[in-house]
């Protein structure tokens, strides 16, 4: 069964850093693409950062704060985020396609103090 697990979600101050991570299961393909999304009470689902092909895209919000990573020998992928703000606060769930299936994560809640 293939699966995805994030870590390392957590509570930080504003102007802080946090780094997730999220390690897949089940398979010995690559993911592709693989990457992050948020979302918080009421609202959809966001892109944070995603590496498609080797090339990452971020979304706006997050633009030179945000950093992603990936190891494809482990079949994992990282964000490192810094700067923090409150409107950062989501839970953040790890995302990664093989062929046309998606898989996600269960999520990581990430909570940023003003």
């Known amino acids: 069964q293939v699966q995805l697990v994030e870590s390392g979600g957590g509570l930080v101050q504003a102007g802080g850093s946090l780094r997730l991570s999220c390690a897949a299961s089940g398979t010995v393909f690559s993911f592709n693409p693989m990457g992050w999304y948020r979302q918080v009470p009421g609202k959809q689902r966001e892109l944070v950062a995603v590496?498609?092909?080797?090339?990452?895209n971020y979304g706006d919000s997050v633009k030179c704060r945000f950093t992603i990573s990936r190891d494809n020998a482990k079949n994992t992928v990282s964000l490192q985020m810094n700067s923090l703000r409150a409107e950062d606060t989501a839970v953040y769930y790890c995302n990664g396609g093989l062929g046309s299936i998606t898989y996600w994560g269960q999520g990581t809640q990430v909570t940023v103090s003003s």
């Open positions: 590496i498609t092909s080797g090339r990452a």
